[in-house]
């Protein structure tokens, strides 16, 4: 089942045999996938099984990566993480990464454009009203929902068509999960790409149109949403749950 997608030729992102490094420690085996134009892909797991370095390596933002990642049929292996950025991708970490010293339009406003298309800033209120509010706040008096909110909100802006989210439901509270879950369907239906790292299921089951499983640093499995819904044993096999 797991080859099924792997690799496509009309693929937006194919990762092939991608390998990845931090110092002597090697996290990432050989991880293989691809995300279709349009879609909505998780990549679950167990902590610890390279989920996140996943996502940095595409990025290009781990020490050492080897293997294929193609963008747009693009090659990415062996160009810097900001060339990559430019080329129309963005990376929405877990940890956020709102700057302190600067307050929410700030914030907002930092990252460069770089590609047309991006969502202005009325539209991007228009899915986090709460950040119009929040306006000449500083940027780390948000509460956590907020700050999701405004790190999503700001690689909007850059026209970027592929978004990489990592964990963006972490330690919210339920009506903000579900606020980030109506915005992720109404980028889809925008036509945006995206790729989900996410620990809550019953989240990535609502958004996801396709699920890959990792342990060990590779992909073992796929799954669509009703197959992975039809399948609770197994999920519990791979994720505990």
Known sequence: MIDKHSAGTHAMLAVKGLEAWYGESHILHGVTFDVQPGEVVTLLGRNGVG??????????IVEQRRGSVRFEDRELVGLSSDAIARGGIAFCPEERGIFASLNV????????????????VERIFALFPNLRERLSS??????????????????????????????????????????????????????????????????????????????HGRVVD????????????KLHDYLGV
């Open 138 to 215: 500083q940027g780390t008096k948000l509460s956590g929902g907020e700050q999701q909110m405004l790190a999503i909100g700001r690689i909007l802006r850059t026209g970027a068509r592929l978004l990489l989210l990592d964990e963006p439901t972490e330690g919210l509270a339920p009506v903000i999960i579900q606020q980030i879950r109506e915005t992720i369907g109404s980028l889809k239906a925008q036509g945006f790409t995206i790729l989900l790292v996410e620990q809550n299921f019953h989240f990535a089951a609502a958004v996801a149109d396709r699920h890959y499983i990792m342990e």
């Open 105 to 120: 339009r700030e914030n907002l406003l930092l990252p460069p454009q770089v590609r047309p298309g991006g969502l202005d």
């Open 51 to 60: 989920k996140t370095t996943t996502l940095k390596a595409i990025m290009g």
């Open 222 to 233: 796929e799954f669509s949403t009703p197959q992975l819904k039809a399948n609770p044993a």
